[in-house]
């Protein structure tokens, strides 16, 4: 685990990670904005998205990302851990 992965509030990725998976309609694949996930999770601090984003990738429940995390796919494994 990097200094990055450790500053991520394990709560609000969870609340990304979900938000993610209902605009991608619980599908792995299908892509989804920042922009409309930010809103849906509540999030406002897009340094703290990207970060969220990251760790998200690291752990391998979202992919095919765009470098500023704008587009990017939930995986079926992502959708797995948002269902918990």
């Known amino acids: 685990m990097n200094g990055e992965e450790e500053q991520v509030p394990r709560e609000t990725a969870r609340r990304v990670l979900q938000a993610a998976a209902v605009e991608a309609f619980g599908r792995p694949g299908v892509y989804v904005t920042r922009e409309l996930v930010m809103q849906r999770s509540a999030m406002v601090d897009l340094l703290m998205f990207l970060r969220i984003a990251g760790y998200l ?13 704008s587009m990017f796919t939930v995986t079926a494994e992502g959708l797995d851990e948002a269902m918990r």
Do not use: L, P, R
């Open 57 to 69: 990738e690291n752990e391998g429940w979202i992919a095919e990302a765009d470098a500023d995390y």
